[in-house]
């Protein structure tokens, strides 16, 4: 098939070899759609557009040549002086009437009515023209035509492209001869001459019955007459080859337009048929160096097919059956013009369309003529050879990344892979031992064994189930190159410094876990702040070896910084303190939880339900919070709902206690006059963690300026009776 597809775009490039004088492909053009009537003079495209312009049905000269026989009649019938004083005066009144119909002006109200009817009728001439030379294009790109082939296209355009060239080059030079557009003050003074001339032949002194005076001004009448038509002729005649030039400019940037979308689509073909070319050399390679587990053909097959497909004495007629059905579903019939104004015609889209088109097509003809994959392959290998170099086709359906299977996390249940081995399954002598080659000399099961309809190819398909990454052998030796560029401040690893990459092997999932019941609490209570300036989440870090604060950021990727924070143990340790802090406030002023905490617990649940599914943290919206009604029996509990109930179980514990505390003290009351004093059991250790805490965030406002010196004393005597030892 690939050989077939290299014949058919060569034929599209060069046709059968023909090679048409492109001087005569333009004469066929101009001829064809009456461009020109005479070859010689070559004036199609202004006689067309001075025809098309017409008032009441008739075009320009015929009008004209109308109005001024109707005058010379009018002169012809002058007898008497009262007559000729009557047609003078008409003369002068239809020369201007007549000439105004052509003056120019740059508007309409000024411009001659035949010179705005010039410049109307010039866009549907020139689409008309378009459209002659797009139909001409796509005539030239019909298979069947006999002069089809891209390469004769492209020199007919360029032919035609010379031809407007030479014509733009004659309009200029002709519109140079004229000298201008004719003026009103032109007829004026030309009247004014045969006028004066008129008035002397009246004034003439003539005997009676011998004068010819009447003849004389018929004459001068005639003349001047003929003068001022020509006048008007000037005008619209230099009209016409203004427009005209308009035109052939616009018809030379279209050629040069369409000239340039054949270029690509040659291009384009030149590269298919480079593609194909390479692809049978990568064929014959495969089957000179024999590592290809694919039908093994031999040239005397691939001539045979070839003949086969494409005979000889058909072989122009199937090429034009195999490119209509790959241009007819375009709508545009044969023509291979259909690919050349398509929008984004690909190489990729382009050798598809023929791949397909061509199987179709050609396929079923060479299946009788080619011997099965599994007969070519027993035919070619000596029965020794055979298991040998079946071993090495099956072992490249192995993975590429070897996979350590010995991982102790790893089940290796049967269930996690599977594996076939696709194939034609016949009665043949050559299928039978194909079969017993599988399995008593490699070990295949039949039970893999899957009958495929084609018979030109033997599958070896191996699936695995998902599995951990950490299996991948060696896979830590490829992460600490990235580690070390990662946290090189010279690296460049990407390009989006913005972005976030995880690690490639993220951390233990129980240390995960143990982040995410400190990370997500934190988040709800916000003990982490959202920087809006950076994006960045943070908060207060304290350096112990330099015994001060840093500010400590991390990703609003929720995932991103649980790594980050997996990364840094100090920052994980600091935030713990965070969190640790505010339950022990909870716990000795209840009422924090109802009036602070509990409220921003409720706002961030909603913020989590509301994620979008555009937004990053959208994955892990269930893991963390989980709502209530579900039916899923492995839904896992969610981490907020796992901390709401922690702290809830927490009160109640600490609320049944006060009350039988409280219900003791008043039965002791009541039984005696002794007045009980209780002490209350103070926790000394969470007492210091929370003085240490309050102390050194006290003096770092003092470093940083934010409280005076006696401002600091009294809030640190109110910290020192706030959490006694």
């Known amino acids: 098939m690939n050989r077939v597809g290299l014949e058919l775009v060569k034929f599209w490039l060069n046709g059968e070899g023909q090679s048409p004088d492109p001087q005569r492909l333009l004469e066929q053009f101009l001829i064809q759609y009456r461009w020109h009537t005479d070859l010689a003079r070559k004036e199609g495209i202004s006689s067309r557009l001075a025809e098309s312009v017409q008032e009441y049905n008739k075009n320009f000269s015929n009008t004209i040549n109308t109005w001024k026989n109707k005058l010379e009649k009018s002169i012809a019938d002058c007898q008497t ?31 001659g009515i035949w010179l705005t009817k010039l410049q109307q009728v010039c866009p549907t001439l020139t689409k008309e023209l378009q459209t002659n030379i797009d139909d ?21 355009l360029d032919a035609l492209q010379h031809e407007l060239h030479n014509y733009q080059r004659n309009l200029q030079e002709e519109i140079a001869n004229f000298g201008g557009m004719r003026r009103l003050e032109d007829l004026e003074k030309k009247w004014r001459d045969a006028e004066q001339i008129l008035q002397d032949i009246e004034q003439k ?27 008007i002729k000037h005008n619209f005649q230099l009209g016409v080859l203004q427009e005209s030039l308009q035109i052939v400019d616009i018809l030379q940037k279209h050629v040069q337009s369409r000239d340039s979308q054949v270029a690509a689509f040659n291009s384009l073909v030149e590269n298919l048929k480079s593609g194909y070319e390479k692809q049978e050399k990568d064929l014959q390679q495969l089957n000179f160096d024999e590592m290809s587990g694919e039908a093994i053909f031999d040239n005397e097959d691939i001539e045979r097919c070839l003949q086969t497909m494409l005979p000889k004495d058909d072989l122009r007629r199937q090429f034009v059956l195999a490119t209509s059905s790959i241009t007819e579903p375009t709508g545009r019939g044969q023509s291979l ?20 088109n061509v199987d179709s097509l050609f396929a079923s003809r060479g299946i009788s003529i080619v011997n099965s994959v599994i007969k ?31 991982d102790p ?39 893999v064994f899957k009958s495929t309809q084609a018979d030109d190819e033997i599958l070896f398909v191996n699936e695995y189930a998902g599995f951990p990454i950490r299996l991948i052998s060696s896979l830590e030796r490829m992460r600490n190159p990235y580690l070390r560029e990662q946290n090189s401040s010279t690296s460049f690893l990407h390009n989006d410094y913005r972005a976030s990459f995880p690690d490639i092997i993220p951390p233990d999932a129980k240390k995960m876990e143990e982040l995410e019941d400190i990370f997500y609490p934190c988040l709800a209570l916000m003990l982490l702040e959202k920087n809006q300036e950076n994006q960045k989440l943070e908060f207060q870090y304290y350096d112990a070896l330099q015994d001060c604060y840093y500010t400590a950021c991390l990703s609003t990727e929720w995932n991103q910084a649980l790594e980050e924070l997996a990364n840094h143990r100090g920052m994980t340790e600091t935030l713990k303190k965070l969190l640790d802090g505010a339950i022990a406030n909870i716990t000795h002023q209840p009422v924090l939880w109802q009036n602070n905490y509990l409220p921003k617990l409720r706002q961030f649940v909603e913020q989590v339900k509301n994620l979008s599914p555009d937004n990053s943290n959208y994955p892990y919206k ?49 039984n005696s006059e002794e007045v009980v004093v209780v002490n209350f059991h103070v926790d000394v250790e969470d007492n210091r963690a929370q003085r240490r805490a309050e102390l050194e965030r006290l003096k770092q406002d003092l470093s940083d300026d934010i409280i005076t010196q006696n401002e600091y004393e009294n809030l640190r005597k109110e910290i020192l009776s706030k959490y006694p030892l």
């Open 409 to 447: 996390y790893f089940c290796d249940d049967p269930a996690k892979s599977s594996k076939l081995v696709g194939f034609k399954d016949t009665d043949e002598l050559e299928v039978r031992q194909f079969k017993i080659l599988l399995g008593q000399d490699l070990g295949v099961h039949s039970s």
């Open 136 to 156: 001409y294009i796509t005539r030239l790109l019909v298979p069947s035509e006999p002069h089809f082939s891209i390469r004769s296209t492209r020199d007919g």
């Open 337 to 356: 013009a259909s690919f050349i104004d398509r929008e984004r015609t690909t190489q990729q889209q382009l050798q598809k369309e023929i791949d397909v």
């Open 81 to 111: 002086r009262d007559d000729r004083n009557a047609i003078y005066e008409k003369l002068s009144k239809e020369f201007r009437e007549q000439f105004r119909k052509t003056q120019p002006g740059e508007t309409e109200n000024s411009r």
């Open 622 to 670: 269930t893991a963390v919070y989980t709502p209530p009604g579900g039916n899923d029996p492995t839904t896992k509990e969610g981490i907020i709902n796992r901390f709401w109930r922690k702290m809830e179980e927490c009160f109640k514990t600490f609320q049944n206690q006060t009350l039988a505390l409280n219900g003791s003290i008043k039965s002791k009351k009541d």
């Open 205 to 231: 002194a003539a005997l009676p019955f011998l004068s010819n005076k009447n003849s004389q001004a018929q004459t001068e009448a005639k003349r001047v007459l003929r003068e001022v038509c020509e006048l």
């Open 376 to 406: 070519r392959f027993m035919q070619n290998y000596s029965l020794a050879a055979r298991s040998t170099r079946l071993a090495q086709i099956m072992q490249e359906a192995q993975p590429l990344l070897n996979l350590n299977l010995s």
